[in-house]
């Protein structure tokens, strides 16, 4: 019988363990990715306001 897991669960599981910040820093380490000055740089208001739609 196979098992199923909640994805809302497990996600939330996962987030307790570790921050998406966290996650981000790790993977940036384990695969040696440097990021640059401009990556460090916040991004224009106008790009999330066209990633949601509203832009």
Same mark, same amino acid.
């Given at each position: ?9 497990? &996600? ?7 921050? #998406? ?5 790790? *993977?940036?380490? $384990?695969?040696?990715?440097? &990021? ?7 991004? #224009? ?5 066209? *990633?949601?739609? $509203?832009?």
């Amino acid at each position: 019988m196979p098992v199923t897991v909640n994805g809302e669960d497990a &996600l939330k599981r996962r987030r307790d363990r570790e921050t #998406p910040l966290e996650t981000a820093a790790r *993977l940036r380490a $384990e695969f040696r990715i440097e &990021l640059g000055k401009k990556a460090r740089e916040a991004l #224009p208001r106008q790009v999330y306001d066209e *990633l949601s739609g $509203e832009g």
